[in-house]
């Protein structure tokens, strides 16, 4: 399977950012998002608002985004609703999401585990029924900020029930940033007993600077997808003290370095980071994001 890596800043980053974007900033960044070569882009979330007010314009953003150019745009959907009103506006791709966790699951989308499982039921059928393709997030496959370590049988378990449903992939929602490459090591040998790696995800949080080390692990172990947003934007407003994603320039920098070719160019996707940094007015803290765009000043 060739790596795929899919953009979340636009989402997973803008969601947790205490600055409201506005929507003709947010199409500019992933404009030049997709200009830096990246294929996914996880573009919003068609959520209640109350729930994620930053997310609030799904539907004037998704107006203007341009479904015939090459980007493979999705949007975050956790019900029926969020379903119909993400392919009214053009999406082919969503993705579904809940937890490991009883206690995340509770507070992210006020449903317990099997709830939302039973909800997502009707996503599915009418995605089968619309071509639509479905992804699926598990979050806290390590740990959860409420419950503490998560035993890998439940992600097993939740993992296999949404690829029943008919979800293509499922992304691994590190969540909070804090698991090892030992634990991302058992977690995975336990998944891979019973699941192909190509149905499977890396989605690390980098709170503990950890996300390379365990996408290394990950590549090791076969997976050859991983979600990251640029700059390493992100974090989750459900996970307290959770830091942003895997930053995309880290990622793209160490398979690049590796030999491992992506197709997306850094100094495009440094532009882009750039771009959000100014109008967000705070430092991003990708260490690769940093170094590079201040090569790219000095040349
Ligand atoms: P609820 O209050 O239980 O929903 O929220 P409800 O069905 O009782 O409806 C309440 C109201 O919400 C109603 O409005 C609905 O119409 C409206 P009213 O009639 O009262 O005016 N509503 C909606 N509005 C717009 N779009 C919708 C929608 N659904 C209901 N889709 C719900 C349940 C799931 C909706 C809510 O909790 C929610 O939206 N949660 C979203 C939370 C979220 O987005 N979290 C962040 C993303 S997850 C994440 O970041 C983790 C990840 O990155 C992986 C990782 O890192 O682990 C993916
Ligand atoms: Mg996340």
Redesign the pocket.
């Known amino acids: 399977m060739d790596l795929k890596i899919t953009e ?1 800043g636009p989402r ?1 980053g803008l ?1 947790n950012e205490s600055k409201q974007i506005s929507t003709a900033d947010k199409l500019s960044f992933i404009q030049k998002l997709s200009e830096s070569g990246i294929k996914n882009i996880e573009a919003t ?5 109350e ?2 007010p930053q997310l609030g314009d799904a539907k004037e953003l998704s107006a203007s985004l341009d479904f015939q150019k090459n980007s493979n745009y999705s949007a ?4 029926l ?2 379903y119909e ?1 993400a392919i009214a506006s053009g999406f082919k791709e969503v993705a579904v ?1 809940t937890a490991a966790s009883e206690s995340f699951t509770k507070k ?4 317990t585990i099997l709830e939302s499982i039973e909800g997502f039921r009707e996503i599915f059928k009418q995605a089968q029924k619309d071509g639509i393709r479905v992804r699926g ?1 598990v ?2 496959v390590i740990d959860c900020p409420y419950e503490g370590k998560i035993a890998p049988s439940k992600v097993l378990d939740v993992t296999k029930i949404l690829l029943d449903q008919g979800a293509y992939e499922i ?1 691994l ?3 909070i940033g804090t698991a090892v490459p030992s634990e991302v090591e058992a977690l995975l040998k336990l998944l891979l007993k019973e699941i192909p790696s190509a149905k499977l995800a890396g ?1 690390f ?1 980098d709170t503990y600077s950890m996300a390379i080390a365990n996408v290394h692990k990950s590549y090791e172990m076969g997976i050859r997808s991983f979600d990251s947003s640029a700059g390493g934007l992100g974090g ?3 996970a307290k003290g959770a830091s942003g994603n895997l930053a995309t320039e880290d990622l793209v920098y160490y398979f690049h370095k590796s030999g491992i070719q992506t197709g997306i160019d850094l100094e495009k996707l440094v532009q882009a980071s750039k771009f959000m940094e100014e109008i967000l007015g705070r430092k991003l803290t990708s260490k690769a994001y940093i170094a590079l765009r201040s090569k790219m000043v000095a040349s």
């Open positions: 979340v997973d969601q979330s068609f959520v209640k608002k729930a994620i975050l959907t956790p019900n609703k969020g009103a999401f992210n989308i006020n449903r997030y979050s806290t992304s929602g590190e969540t989605h949080h989750c407003p459900y």
